[in-house]
């Protein structure tokens, strides 16, 4: 083996190694653990509800707001009361937390969610012992707009 | 103010009254005797799990503005309250399921108040110009928008007569679970769906009930033995802007006009 060849070679491992090394430093990005929720099991096979989940609630959020289904098990309400992550406060995390458990897997697989904008993330019992808290009260309750009512009913 | 159409002949009404109550025992009508001639209404039975939302039933509210006193809030607290709408402190912009609006009778120098919200309409004009298909209307004549679709362009508000929709210009955190709400969508009453769901009555009639006034009456138009289809029987009512050929879910009584 000439002087030649072993250079080569050893030129080439350590290419090899340049361009293996992110891939080995993205093995090592750890499996996400999302909390247990409560309960024996969840309403369907665990395997099932990872795969599946997402057409779940999107089948019955259309049947439940649409066509006024209710009491179905595959409700967001259900998700959040049963996987509800404590913090350190006590208190269940919010979608913010990286602890929270929609969060765990989907921050992993990088799949944004948007359901949180408008729906709550933690179960409501939580949240508030009672009704809410009024420091803003609706404003305006005896309306200044233009109304088509008086207008219509002026005189009538 | 005068009782103005509520003095009517007694005798029939409570007539028609109890026998409603005694058909309602076997019927759809939920009724619980407190004493003689007195009981309350419940909108109607649950629907048992997994029942659709029937067209059989057109649900409906009748106003009696004679009962509706200038002052009184408790319908549009008990609403803020139980689908957690508060505002910001911006009036133009704040979102608001439902207002008092005060009428005033130019003529005799008379001004009423009465509650204005979303009226359920059974043609409902925010259903025809919505592009997305997101305000829409359940078969039992609950007009809702479903935010999943929504994509904040407003038209339904500008098709709206009533100026029934809002706008939710920021962002909401702690939402009511039975109410998401959130920026950059349209809302407006949904006539507490969930509660009626569960065979409950809106929070603004269980408020306006609980002042003892009594002016909010919610069931099911469609029920001949409901109370709230024996009081449009009996009583003149009705629909605001009836002009427009909306056959609107809400009519109002008792207006001084």
Same mark, same amino acid.
């Given at each position: 083996?000439?002087?030649?060849?072993?250079?080569?070679?050893?030129?080439?491992?350590?290419?090899?190694?340049?361009?293996?090394?992110?891939?080995?430093?993205?093995?090592?990005?750890?499996?996400?653990?999302?909390?247990?929720?409560?309960?024996?099991?969840?309403?369907?096979?665990?395997?099932?509800?990872?795969?599946?989940?997402?057409?779940?609630?999107?089948?019955?959020?259309?049947?439940?707001?649409?066509?006024?289904?209710?009491?179905?098990?595959?409700?967001?309400?259900?998700?959040?009361?049963?996987?509800?992550?404590?913090?350190?406060?006590?208190?269940?995390? !919010? @979608?913010?937390?990286? $602890?929270?458990? #929609?969060?765990? /897997? +989907? !921050? @992993?697989?990088?799949? $944004?969610?948007? #359901?949180?904008? /408008? +729906?709550?993330?933690?179960?409501? $019992?939580?949240?508030?012992?009672?009704?809410?808290?009024?420091?803003?009260?609706?404003?305006?309750?005896?309306?200044?707009?233009?109304?088509?009512?008086?207008?219509?009913?002026?005189?009538? | 103010?005068?009782?103005?159409?509520?003095?009517?002949?007694?005798?029939?009404?409570?007539?028609?009254?109890?026998?409603?109550?005694?058909?309602?025992?076997?019927?759809?009508?939920?009724?619980?005797?407190?004493?003689?001639?007195?009981?309350?209404?419940?909108?109607?039975?649950?629907?048992?799990?997994?029942?659709?939302?029937?067209?059989?039933?057109?649900?409906?509210?009748?106003?009696?503005?004679?009962?509706?006193?200038?002052?009184?809030?408790?319908?549009?607290?008990?609403?803020?309250?139980?689908?957690?709408?508060?505002?910001?402190?911006?009036?133009?912009?704040?979102?608001?399921?439902?207002?008092?609006?005060?009428?005033?009778?130019?003529?005799?120098?008379?001004?009423?108040?009465?509650?204005?919200?979303?009226?359920?309409?059974?043609?409902?004009?925010?259903?025809?110009?919505?592009?997305?298909?997101?305000?829409?209307?359940?078969?039992?004549?609950?007009?809702?928008?479903?935010?999943?679709?929504?994509?904040?362009?407003?038209?339904?508000?500008?098709?709206?007569?009533?100026?029934?929709?809002?706008?939710?210009?920021?962002?909401?955190?702690?939402?009511?679970?039975?109410?998401?709400?959130?920026?950059?969508?349209?809302?407006?009453?949904?006539?507490?769906?969930?509660?009626?769901?569960?065979?409950?009555?809106?929070?603004?009639?269980?408020?306006?009930?609980?002042?003892?006034?009594?002016?909010?009456?919610?069931?099911?138009?469609?029920?001949?033995?409901?109370?709230?289809?024996?009081?449009?029987?009996?009583?003149?009512?009705?629909?605001?802007?009836?002009?427009?050929?909306?056959?609107?879910?809400?009519?109002?009584?008792?207006?001084?006009?």
């Amino acid at each position: 083996m000439t002087l030649r060849t072993i250079v080569s070679s050893v030129f080439a491992l350590l290419i090899v190694a340049a361009l293996a090394s992110p891939l080995l430093a993205a093995g090592s990005v750890p499996v996400p653990e999302p909390a247990k929720g409560k309960g024996e099991q969840c309403v369907a096979d665990s395997q099932f509800m990872r795969k599946n989940h997402p057409s779940l609630l999107n089948h019955q959020r259309d049947d439940t707001l649409r066509q006024g289904i209710r009491g179905n098990e595959f409700s967001l309400k259900g998700c959040i009361a049963c996987h509800a992550v404590q913090g350190a406060d006590a208190k269940p995390v !919010t @979608y913010e937390d990286p $602890k929270h458990f #929609c969060r765990t /897997c +989907h !921050t @992993y697989v990088a799949v $944004k969610l948007d #359901c949180f904008e /408008c +729906h709550a993330s933690t179960p409501e $019992k939580d949240r508030r012992a009672g009704d809410l808290p009024k420091e803003h009260p609706p404003t305006n309750a005896i309306s200044t707009w233009r109304n088509p009512v008086s207008q219509n009913c002026q005189g009538g | 103010m005068s009782c103005g159409n509520n003095c009517g002949d007694n005798k029939s009404s409570r007539r028609s009254f109890l026998a409603s109550m005694a058909t309602g025992a076997a019927g759809a009508t939920a009724g619980l005797t407190l004493a003689p001639g007195i009981t309350l209404f419940s909108p109607a039975q649950a629907r048992s799990k997994g029942e659709a939302a029937s067209s059989k039933v057109r649900w409906g509210m009748l106003v009696d503005a004679s009962k509706c006193d200038d002052g009184c809030t408790a319908c549009v607290d008990a609403c803020a309250t139980e689908n957690g709408w508060q505002g910001h402190g911006n009036p133009a912009t704040d979102a608001q399921w439902i207002r008092k609006v005060k009428v005033t009778d130019p003529a005799k120098g008379t001004s009423q108040t009465l509650p204005m919200m979303c009226q359920h309409c059974e043609e409902p004009p925010c259903v025809d110009v919505c592009p997305t298909g997101a305000s829409m209307k359940r078969a039992d004549g609950i007009v809702l928008v479903d935010k999943h679709s929504c994509i904040g362009c407003r038209y339904c508000m500008m098709a709206c007569p009533y100026q029934a929709r809002s706008f939710v210009h920021e962002s909401v955190t702690d939402q009511r679970t039975h109410a998401p709400r959130g920026k950059g969508t349209v809302e407006s009453c949904t006539f507490c769906v969930h509660r009626v769901d569960e065979g409950r009555q809106p929070a603004c009639v269980e408020a306006c009930g609980g002042t003892k006034r009594g002016a909010l009456v919610f069931g099911d138009l469609n029920d001949p033995d409901s109370e709230i289809s024996g009081k449009v029987a009996q009583y003149p009512s009705q629909a605001i802007r009836s002009d427009l050929g909306l056959k609107p879910g809400v009519r109002y009584m008792g207006l001084d006009t």
